[in-house]
Nanobody, 118 residues
């Protein structure tokens, strides 16, 4: 059983920063990739940033240059540093871990709320 626990959400003013953390119950090297998704009210869940087991990163166009995803294998934790936050970044943010074999298996955290508002 894989558990992902997110920390770090909250209320921040536009232009501010937050760092989200995702602690995994097993080595992050056991996953092919990990990432952060978000879902705003009335919208579909979207991929914000991803990091492969090899360290390659990818970002949604809307967050490029503002968000940074990183990992700490010693602590089985993935981070999302969010800078220059905008009201449109307001959403429930989910940590994801994926294993790809014969089929893809996704694991999800419970989500952490990020609200950007003055």
């Amino acid at each position: 059983q894989v558990q992902l626990v997110e920390f770090g959400g909250g209320l921040v003013q536009p232009g501010g920063s937050l760092r989200l953390s995702c602690a995994a119950s097993r080595s992050i090297f056991s996953f092919h990739a990990m990432g952060w998704y978000r879902q705003a009210p009335g919208k579909q869940r979207e991929l914000v940033a991803g990091i492969s087991s090899g360290g390659s990163t990818s970002y949604a166009d809307s967050v490029k240059g503002r968000f940074i995803i990183s990992s700490d294998s010693a602590n089985n934790t993935v981070y999302l540093q969010m800078n220059s936050l905008k009201p449109e970044d307001t959403a429930l943010y989910y940590c994801n871990a994926a294993r790809v074999g014969i089929r893809r298996t996704d694991y999800w955290g419970q989500g952490t709320q990020v609200t950007v508002s003055s």
